[in-house]
């Protein structure tokens, strides 16, 4: 951990990009948490420290930077200290020692006013359970941020109910928080939070008190919601699949400890000991695998400009029936079957231009597995991996895409 | 027992006595001052329910209480008023009422900001338990002793002894309200940057607004029964009608007068009970 400290040490004149900086945090609940620092950098577990100290270990040794416009996950059981790390970072709870930077400046050096004014600017919070005040109607909860700012009246309401309108209750307005089904309250948490127009987001286990088919609704909206007003969201949450599918990157928490930062394939691929291991041993490969993991590459391919000929030859040593037509910048231009490259070679035909099929199924590096098993499924022609300038990357055909699987998911096993 | 035991009488009494000169002799300014404001409050209270002719002052009054709760408590209010008028007891009854309403104006701005130092300060909660459990434990009787000498006969006295005693519940039920305002709204507010001052009037008041209402409905009957006992020092009103009614044996003016307290009562606890809160500051 210290070394990986002074290296980013030396990092931090170039953080501009970052938007939240985490270094070396640590949040010790108790009278004395010096005392249980210390034992803790001498190795002891967390529940040793308690029966020894006293003392509660929150946070320990936390370091991590989250990138403008991400969604970063903090993802852990219940005590994993999640919830605490998140609250550390609008000091909601006030760390024991290290250090947070957001746009640079030192969220740990504050004043009162300091901390006011990031609390009603920077970063706003959606909470678990909602959380919105019974005795307003939602849109005086909506527009509560605003209000505690000093907003006039109309101009506040007025905020509000744009951002009302944008998560899809506009009609609702002058209902009460107790009139609403939790999906809806959570809407009202969310633009209560959008109000104030923030650059961060702290969600903390903000769907899971949503029934399972609510929350799939809710993450799809944030998502959605997300692409249009890019905000940085920290999200803390203790449901996998959820870390996965709005996670840019997941940081795994165990006692604490942040034990591995990761994109989603990270994690799933390259788990960095056996308690994330077992942690991601039931997840469904195939909604997290995406086409560049499984997909051959090079692609076998030949230029539209050979003939029929060479288009048989590298058929046959590669051992497929039919093959993809690129151009001089390996951008795709189609497919030609063995069978039609075998006529055109009787016919004596020059180049592969009268029988290339341009019907071919396509997929981007980032598509889900998913997604192309039944396109797999319906089609005989293999799937084509491009980028956005149709470059061909690789190609997916049905025995690479199980093998693909079989090896990642022995890779997590 | 002193004999078997074999010690003095502590002199606790005297203690008191000694006090009492004491504060007398050295905060008679205080005191006076006291006695001024005190007076002047029951005085506007009184006069304006006594300045326009008692038919006009029903009227007005169920219409103030039609607006502040609904037409029933409105209508029985006239009627109760009316039937008060009637037995003869209008000056002496709204004298009682001025008496209430200015005990507990006073028990109110006092009490409110008191209970809501309990709910914020450990300290101070701990403080206020025993005093308020004294307070409420001793009978309303011995509250006239010390007003008495303090500030003599009179109505001043009676209201002092009046806000002490009524005074308990709206301390106590202010601080339960506010502690009761759930722990996540609190996060809530603060999350969103409130200061002190917001949290108290946006978030925490509203919320515990049902429960300081008990604590103001428990205040205005404990005045009206420690105003009614009150009489004894000279704070007239029904009071003291009961007081002369017991002392000459005159039972129809006793009952009577008795009467138009069970029906100042009523009106009383009806109107605090059913005081428009905002919607969705339900009790919950």
């Known amino acids: 951990m210290a070394e990986s400290y002074e290296k980013q040490t030396i990092e931090r004149d170039t953080e501009v990009e970052k938007k939240i900086v985490v270094r070396v945090l640590s949040k010790i609940f108790g009278d004395h948490p010096m005392k ?24 320990y040794d936390a370091n991590f930077e989250v990138f403008a416009g991400e969604v970063f996950v903090l993802m852990g059981l219940s005590g994993s200290g999640k919830s605490t790390l998140m609250r550390c970072l609008n000091r909601l709870i006030e760390p024991t020692s290290g250090e947070i930077f957001i746009d640079g400046q030192d969220i740990m050096k504050l004043d009162d006013v300091g901390l006011l004014e990031l609390r009603r600017k920077t970063a706003s919070m959606v909470f678990q359970r909602f959380a919105l005040f019974p005795h307003r109607t939602v849109i005086s909860n909506v527009a509560f941020g605003l209000e505690i700012q000093g907003m006039a009246e109309q101009e506040r309401l007025e905020k509000a109910q744009q951002v009302l309108d944008m998560v899809g209750l506009k009609q609702w307005a002058n209902a009460y928080p107790d009139q609403l089904s939790g999906g809806m309250q959570q809407r009202v948490g969310l633009a209560r939070a959008l109000a104030n127009d923030p650059d961060i987001l702290l969600m903390d286990e903000a769907f899971s008190a949503l029934d399972p088919l609510i929350r799939r609704e809710m993450q799809g909206e944030l998502l959605a919601l997300q692409s249009k007003v890019n ?23 165990k006692d604490g400890h942040i034990v591995q930062i990761g994109t989603p394939e990270d994690i799933l691929t390259n788990p960095a000991d056996e308690y994330v291991r077992k942690f991601v041993e039931d997840v469904d490969m195939t909604k997290i695998l995406v086409a560049e993991g499984v997909m051959k590459k090079p692609a076998e391919a030949v230029a539209l400009k050979e003939g029929p000929r060479v288009a048989l030859r590298a058929m046959r040593e590669a051992g497929i029936s039919s093959i993809f037509v690129v151009d001089k ?35 981007t590096p980032e598509t889900p597995i998913s997604e192309l098993i039944p396109v797999l499924a319906d089609s005989r022609f293999p799937v084509a991996v491009i980028d956005a300038d149709r470059k061909l990357l690789g190609v997916i055909v049905r025995g690479a895409l199980l093998a693909g699987m079989v090896k990642k998911a022995g890779e997590v096993q | 027992m002193s004999n078997i035991i074999n010690l003095p009488k502590i002199p606790i009494g005297k203690w008191v006595d000694a006090f009492v000169v004491f504060l007398s002799t050295y905060f008679g300014g205080f005191f006076d001052l006291v006695t001024e404001v005190g007076e002047t409050i029951i005085v506007s209270f009184s006069d304006a329910l006594l300045w326009a002719p008692p038919i006009i002052t029903i009227l007005v009054l169920a219409g103030l209480i039609g607006l502040l709760t609904n037409y029933k408590i409105a209508l029985g209010t006239t009627i109760g008023l009316l039937l008060i008028y009637n037995l003869g007891m209008w000056e002496p009854g709204m004298n009682t009422l001025a008496l209430v309403l200015s005990s507990t104006v006073l028990a109110l701005v006092i009490g409110i900001p008191i209970g809501i130092l309990t709910a914020w300060n450990d300290l101070a909660d701990r403080i206020s338990r025993p005093v308020l459990d004294f307070m409420q434990t001793m009978p309303p009787f011995v509250y006239l002793v010390p007003a008495v000498i303090l500030f003599d006969i009179g109505e001043v006295p009676a209201m002092v002894a009046t806000v002490i005693f009524a005074m308990p519940p709206v301390i106590r039920l202010t601080g339960l309200g506010i502690r009761q305002v759930p722990a996540e709204l609190i996060e809530a507010a603060k999350a969103f940057g409130s200061t002190r001052h917001q949290m108290l009037i946006k978030v925490q008041i509203p919320l515990a607004l049902p429960t300081i209402m008990a604590g103001i409905n428990q205040c205005i009957m404990l005045a009206l029964s420690m105003v009614v006992i009150a009489a004894m020092i000279g704070a007239g009103g029904l009071g003291g009608e009961v007081l002369r009614g017991l002392q000459r044996l005159d039972v129809p003016r006793g009952f009577e007068s008795g009467l138009a307290i069970v029906i100042v009562a009523i009106i009383l606890d009806r109107i605090t009970q059913n005081i428009k809160v905002r919607r969705g500051a339900k009790a919950s």
Request: hydrophobic share 45%; charged share 30%; net charge negative.
């Open chain 1, 329 to 363: 910048e390996r951008r795709l231009q189609g497919i030609v079957t063995a069978e039609d490259a075998f006529q055109a070679q009787e016919q004596g035909a020059k180049d592969l231009t009268e029988i290339v099929q341009s019907d071919v199924p396509l997929a």
């Open chain 1, 231 to 253: 905000k940085t969201i920290i999200f803390v949450t203790h449901d996998l699949d959820e870390a996965l599918r709005i996670g840019d990157r997941i940081a795994l928490m």
């Open chain 1, 36 to 59: 249980a620092l210390k034992l803790i950098k001498e190795g002891l577990s967390k529940e040793e420290i308690r029966a020894k100290t006293r003392q509660t270990v929150g946070v």
